[in-house]
């Protein structure tokens, strides 16, 4: 019986004469599975559903104990929990019933009920029913959406009176109800099981990412301070193709470090271990203006102007001062990249809500508008392969906008090709 007209039958009883003691029962029973149904359903814990199912199957049948067996991933029975009428844990050990019965029920998919089974021929072969002295036996299957799950099974050894219909329906009602909480359960501890496995994988990730981001930085670095004092001791005998191959050295050394870096923060944030920590800054003292500094010789060496500008006196922003640096050296630093002729420049002012906005536009070789919904996407750019005229691997602008998310402010972008590119930041809290 599902639960619909289990609850449509509960509300035609109550319209019955109260003297019939049969009705009285059965209403009293069918408003007690409303309750055994909300019980069951207040868990998503598979060990604590199993218990308030079987607590409530042994007090609805008047047995003396119970058992539940669940499906293992063999496609067998396996023994889950077993109690006593005092709800006293059974331990496997106390796992004796009839056998016979609970693979019938399992196999069949239907319901068994015996009263009076030490007499009940059609169990006659059944050993452990009379080497127990079971008298009544109650067992239904565990079924959601036709698959099996297991068996609920409860006995007594006294002769209760289960032949009524009222009582049968009843028990197959909370093995339904079962089936659905217990199914719940175990779907959301595998959920929990999931989310455990990738967590752990996602730590192990990142950690491996930062050890090999320590192991190759070494090395690396070791690499450009030797180079750069080698270029020191050769300073007056150096020539053209030096020059050349120390500058070379010094670039590539800075892009693997920067790559490394890009790939590390990135894993941080999809892995969620990055420590974000906000606080008031000054936008233009302690990010923009360090950031300008470092950045400026790229734009010297291009022939092209680096500046800002800046019409409000107030420039304090609520922030991960580490991430909005990110931001900021991320979009100067490809606006300078794409940029031949003319210059970059910052502006920082105020829009009519009273909110910090900062705007980095360039002179540079602009955006296909159909490229445009694809920027912030991680290791995508527009030219792709080993031909493209510009360096990089795709990761910038997908951090530039995680940090912005995660620093609450929004980011848009206006290009025309072959014009420049402007990308405007809207700070939320500032």
Known sequence: MKLSEFKKSLDQD????????????????????????KKINSSLIL???LLLVLVQAIKLSGSQKGFIVLKNEKEELEYKVGL?????????????IS?????DVFRSGKSIFIEGAQSDVNFSSSKSIFRLALQTILCSPLIIDEKKLGVIYVDSTRLNRINLREITSTFEILAGQAAIAIRNAQLYKELNKAKEMAETSSRL?????????????????????????????????????????????????????????????????????????????DLIQQVLKPVIAELHSQADEKHISLNFE????????????????????????????YTKMGGVL?????????????TIKDTGIGIS????????EPFSQEEQGYCRKFEGNGLGLALVKKYCDLNNASISVESTKNIGTAFTLTFHNS
């Not at 056998?99 to 693979?103: D, F, G, N, R, Y």
């Not at 050769?234 to 500058?247: A, P, Q, W, Y």
């Not at 910052?346 to 900062?358: E, Q």
């Open 205 to 281: 990730k990142t950690e491996f990412l930062a050890q090999m981001s320590h192991e190759i930085r070494t090395p690396i670095n070791s690499i450009l301070s030797f180079s750069s004092l080698i270029q020191e001791e050769l300073d007056k005998e150096m020539n053209d193709e030096l020059i050349s191959g120390f500058k070379i050295i010094n670039l590539a050394g800075k892009r693997i470090i920067r790559t490394i870096d890009l790939i590390l923060n990135m894993s941080e944030l999809r892995s969620g271990t990055y420590e974000y920590i906000p606080t008031k800054a």
């Open 84 to 96: 006593d009428s005092d709800e006293t844990t059974l331990k496997e050990s106390s796992f004796n």
């Open 346 to 358: 910052i502006t920082i002012t105020r829009d009519k809500y009273k909110k910090l906005v900062a």
């Open 369 to 376: 508008p159909d490229y445009i919904p694809h920027l912030f």
């Open 310 to 337: 800046c019409n409000i006196n107030n420039t304090d922003v609520f922030a991960d001062i580490y991430t909005l640096t990110q931001i900021f050296k991320n979009l100067i630093d490809n606006a300078i990249k």
């Open 47 to 49: 060990d604590d559903v």
């Open 99 to 103: 056998t016979t019965v609970i693979e």
């Open 14 to 37: 109550k319209n019955l004469s109260f003297g019939d003691n049969d009705t009285n029962q059965r209403v009293k029973n069918l408003e007690i599975i409303l309750d055994v149904v």
